[in-house]
């Protein structure tokens, strides 16, 4: 996809306006944005898991330790008895060897390992154009000492401490503002999005609407809980289109939605991911092409194209030997307040027209093939375009 890159601020109107760009002949650049390894709550080396999603075709991989970065000095113990950790190790050892991998044996049959850091092993994995580290964090911060809030940040550089506020909704709002501010200082184009709302059943759609400049939602999250709802709680689809329907109404830009691993061990990798039409493997030009919108999430189907502006919302999938695909436009009509389903088709193609009563409306596509490692059993490969509205 051909596009001229403007200043953040431009690229922030456009956005406000929920626009997204027709688009043709599109280059797909597919991303994890919420990944841990042992520098924080994740159980493998980050360089065995950046080579993880290299070798799987991924793009780009964001590192987002809890409230941590991959900065300095960090270690790792591998215990006596723990044959999980050991044969990680080993394997570590053998793919690295011995001059790159840094450790210690003690006689109890410990062994304490140094954990390197981003700007050490980046040149090791990175390929200019084919596949890159993004810097990233979790911002952790408990509500109340027990509610999980939880705030990705893309692009950032430095670490973001755990936030405090008097509402679920002003923990929220201050780590964005974090966010945001350290992209002001820094020159990057950052941003945030806030992750898996029903772990714990921490949020909900209310909490949401009231986060002023948030740009995206994890409307899936294949390593955490909660995505379908329960007999009380929303699913979190269904979540998203409710502060959708605030936003247009009030006149905000709507919320996007992204799919991650939250990957903490190799067997939650390649789940769910972001595809996203850039001019470039860079980090700003990834980060600029999400403000745009110009992404879908996905847990297994690929598009060719998505074309898209107010008033048209065009999908071509690309379609895989024995798979079947349902195209589903789904969003709000003004005046009701729950989610509706304005179109199916059965195929590859498929469109559709916003009425003048269609406050916005989003593309689901489900495949029939069920996902290899599923979030739930008997889920079905699927992709997420994001909404737009006139």
């Known amino acids: 996809m051909k596009r001229n890159i403007r200043r953040v601020v431009v690229l922030l109107v456009l956005f406000s306006l929920g626009d997204l760009t027709t688009t043709s002949a599109q280059e797909w650049f597919k991303g994890a944005l919420h990944i841990h390894s042992l520098w924080s709550d994740g159980n493998n080396f980050p360089e065995v898991i950046a080579e993880y999603y290299k070798e799987r075709g991924y793009n780009f991989l964001t590192v987002t330790e809890h409230n941590a970065m991959q900065i300095g000095t960090g270690w790792a113990s591998i215990k006596p008895g723990s044959s999980t950790k050991r044969n990680m190790f080993d394997h570590y050892l053998q793919r690295f060897g011995e001059d790159w991998v840094e450790y210690t044996r003690f006689p109890n049959d410990s062994i304490r390992v140094r954990l390197k850091a981003l700007a050490e092993y980046r040149s090791h994995v990175e390929q200019p154009g084919k596949f890159l580290l993004v810097n990233g964090e979790e911002i952790t911060s408990p509500f109340e000492k027990t509610v999980p809030v939880h705030v990705n940040a893309f692009n950032t550089t430095n670490v973001i401490s755990k936030k405090t506020g008097k509402s679920r909704s002003e923990v929220m709002e201050n780590a964005v503002n974090a966010v945001l501010e350290q992209g002001t200082l820094t020159g990057k184009t950052v941003f945030s999005f806030i992750n898996h709302p029903n772990f714990y059943w921490a949020l909900n759609a209310a909490d949401i609407m009231n986060v002023n400049d948030v740009h995206f939602l994890e ?46 061990g190799l067997n939650q990798a390649d789940r769910a991911w972001v595809m996203v039409s850039a001019t470039s493997l860079h980090a700003d030009r990834l980060a600029e092409a999400m403000l745009l919108g110009d992404f879908y999430a996905s847990t297994g189907v690929y598009l060719e194209t998505v074309e898209a502006n107010r008033k048209r919302l065009a999908i071509k999938v690309k379609k895989e030997e024995n798979v079947n695909y349902k195209i589903v436009f789904l969003g709000v009509r003004r005046g009701e307040d729950r989610t509706t389903v304005f179109s199916e088709v059965e195929g590859e193609e498929a469109s559709y027209i916003l009425c003048d009563d269609d406050l916005f409306v989003r593309a689901k596509i489900i495949s029939s093939r069920l996902h290899k490692n599923p979030f739930q059993k008997g889920d079905t490969e699927v992709a997420w375009t994001q909404p737009i509205c006139h």
């Open 219 to 264: 409307i899936f999250n294949a390593g955490s809980t909660g995505n379908y709802g329960d007999d009380e709680h929303e699913n979190v689809e269904d979540m998203w289109d409710q502060i959708n329907v605030r936003r247009v109404l009030d006149g905000r830009p709507l919320l996007y939605g992204v799919a991650t691993d939250d990957m903490h």
